[in-house]
């Protein structure tokens, strides 16, 4: 397995808490100002022996994917869940052939499941690769379908019901319920055909109860559109029915076009109604242009999480570069390659976890700019410099206390994550001079760990789902774990919940009288542990 080289700088004189100067630029951070809460960074999905992967066909006649191990695989799978700590994964739905075609009948209150095709990456294999992220780190998953049947009209948004909560029933018994699920890719894009608001409020009412009957929590999102213009026009129809908004778990836009003012449309209605705002699809060629975009959303427009295009493809599309190249020789893949995306996504996704909530932070520097975050006791700060010159900064901090030192990490034209020395805060302010064209991360997270120390173990991943959680959590006990105790701990690392546990199988704990927030499940036995976060919404 290629290991990711690590710069250590030791003595450069790059950081200081004293030498201000009066050009020096100056950041504020004010910890008690908390905006929206962070839900992690993730990428879409195609799998990876997807014949679009390596530019070949997904409709008849399909060409052949790539040839890769699994254990080829897994070191792909490790960059981006334990190294890059991406925890989303949006599978990518809906070209590779019909799953219910024809109409399975012509009632879409009884459903005749022997006419479904999931197979393959219709659906199975995202299952697939999903249950192999999840002990990675992974806590959303959404599929998102770019094309529905071709039978399908608006005039019977009944189908639609029947069809989607096929698919949402499919990962349910495969053995993950899914967190949230996407009405539609891009409704309002020709691609996939153009689908009103209002069809897709009325979805949305049939498959809800579909939901509720099944005991199945999982939220939509809405309306996973082309760009923040197209988004706001579907999510306000939809958002205004008191019955269709309650099944609603997200909004969702991607950045092809569109208007700064209908990003703030989506802020003001995701505020409306108390519901998270993501990012779910954009790339860009330019490494540094997409840590702004990183910015620009989270710092101006609220949104609560992040998703690139491709976490990892062959062949390259001409709007982005993935974070990993799959290099490969006809169908035969030889190696990987990552990409500077991938290095200026990990300034925030490795630091900025989920449940961290965004506190305010200003720079005097439009071309400095900055966002921070505390999560418990933990402060991240994440600072671009898009000067060609290196700048020096004075940081002042109000609102943490018992903040002493920060780890350094940076990354610039010819830096991936390099390490800095750890600087001190004395009176909760500091100076450090930023490198020309770079982003650099001040925090007191592991990124290793991402959690309070009081938390770090030498430990295993734990499965539990549903995730997010409203009422109950299932908690998978691991099969070689014998006996033991499961603790539920808040985000301060204070006990909240114990219970004791013999065999294996399924623990259900009885969430519904906590507060929302985020939450660390430890489970231990004689001999090992595991742990795992778990957010709670309400």
Known sequence: MRTLKILTILSLGILSSTGLTAQNVSININAINVNQTMEGFGSSLRVFNDPHV??????????????????????????????????????????????????????????????????????????????????????????????????????????????????????????????????MNEPGYIRGGIWSGEYLRDCIKLLGPKLDTAGINTKIVVPDDLNANEAYARSQIIMADTVAREYVGALAYHLYGGSNANKTAMMQLGQQYNVPVWMTEYSRPNAFDWGNLIHDVIANYNVSAVDYMWGFFGSQESNGTQYISLNFSGTSYTGYTINKQYYVTGQYSRYVKQGSQRIDAASSNNDVRVTAYKDGADMTIVVLNNHGVAQTVDFAINGLNNLATLKAIRTSQTENWAILPDITVPNNSFTATLAPNSITTFTTVNPSLGMNNSL???????????????????????????????????????????????????????????????????????????????????
Do not use: C
Not at 116 to 130: E, L, N, R
Not at 134 to 155: C, L, Q
């Open 456 to 538: 770090s173990e030498n430990i295993l991943p734990l499965t539990i789902y549903p995730n997010p959680a409203r009422d109950v959590i299932n908690i998978q006990i691991p099969d070689e774990a014998s006996k033991g105790k499961i603790t539920l701990l808040n985000s301060n690392g204070q006990h909240i919940k114990e219970v004791q546990f013999t065999g294996t199988g399924i623990q259900q704990l009885n969430i519904s009288h906590l507060s929302k927030g985020l939450y660390w499940v430890r489970l231990k036995d004689d001999n090992k542990t595991w742990t795992a976060k778990v957010l709670i919404s309400k």
């Open 54 to 183: 390596i530019g070949g066909t997904t409709s008849d006649p399909i060409t052949a994917g790539l040839v890769i191990s699994a254990a080829e695989e897994d070191t792909i799978l490790n960059l981006l869940y334990n190294e890059l700590g991406l925890t989303r994964v949006r599978p990518a739905t809906g070209e590779d052939g019909p799953i219910e075609n024809p109409n399975d009948n012509n009632n879409p209150y009884v459903t005749d499941t022997s006419q479904f095709d999931f197979s393959w990456k219709k659906m199975d294999a995202h299952i697939d690769y999903v249950s192999r992220v999840v002990p990675r780190g992974v806590h959303t998953y959404f599929p998102s379908t770019i094309k529905i049947e071709d039978w399908m009209t608006e005039s019977n948004p009944e189908e639609y019901a029947e069809w989607a909560f096929a698919i949402i029933k499919r990962w349910k018994d495969q053995g993950y319920e899914l967190p949230y699920y996407a009405i």
